[in-house]
């Protein structure tokens, strides 16, 4: 293991998992799917940046469908909002911090489980990535959604930057489970501040649609 205490790459997968599922389920509720709808869109959400992941780095069959604990919370989440949707749905901003500390938590231990696994270091920050946006891409589409990475404020530039981050400290040699940890804050930090001063990537410059005539 990259890091010395196992536990932590565990305890981010189960918080990774949990509150992605959350904000899985929480889509599915406001599209007002059935409970079986809310656990698939909550289970995709929560496990397939994980799946995505051990795919990439050759990691079959992956974790997110042998490990029962990871399906547990992921489920765990799925009932949870099935349940207490309503007092959830009164924090209107829910999804998107719940969102942001799943990003943390899976681009921190994305890049953990590549690094661990002796990947190149570019594939490791692509991995620590994809492992981040990859379960909220899969609800999104699955919701029949535009993706929200492709279309708000910043998202996946907190994640590539958390993921390098823990890259650069590994070949450093200063990656710690505090090192990582503190990664997994900045990216919520990083993530929750686009959110509230609306920061975005830069967007192409708007052109007039064919045959019309600008003012």
């Known amino acids: ?44 959400a929560g496990l397939g940046g994980g799946v995505l992941r051990d795919l990439l780095i050759g990691v079959v069959p992956p974790t997110g469908v042998t490990d029962w604990r990871l399906v547990a919370a ?15 749905g009164r924090i209107s901003r829910l999804v998107k ?3 942001a500390a799943g990003l943390g938590a899976f681009c921190v231990s994305g890049a953990l489980t590549a690094l661990a696994l002796g990947m190149p270091d570019l594939t490791c920050v692509i991995v620590g990535t994809l492992s981040a946006i990859g379960g909220g891409m899969l609800r999104d589409v699955l919701a029949r959604e535009v993706p929200e990475v492709l279309t708000r404020e910043l ?20 990656l710690r489970w505090w090192v990582a940890l503190a990664a997994a804050v900045l990216v919520f930090g990083l993530r929750m501040t686009a959110v509230l001063l609306d920061l975005n990537a830069p967007r192409p410059l708007r052109t007039q649609p064919p045959g019309t005539i600008e003012p």
């Open 155 to 174: 998202y996946a530039v907190p994640a590539l930057l958390g993921a390098t981050l823990v890259v650069v400290a590994h070949e450093l040699h200063v």
């Open 1 to 44: 293991m990259i890091l010395p205490d196992a536990r932590l790459q565990l305890a981010l997968d189960l918080i990774g998992v949990l509150v992605f599922a959350v904000s899985g389920g929480l889509v599915a509720v406001k599209k007002q799917l059935d409970l079986f709808g809310v656990l698939v869109l909550a289970l995709v």
């Open 97 to 99: 911090v719940l969102d």
């Open 74 to 88: 992921g489920a765990l989440g799925g009932l949870l909002t099935f349940l207490w949707h309503p007092a959830f």
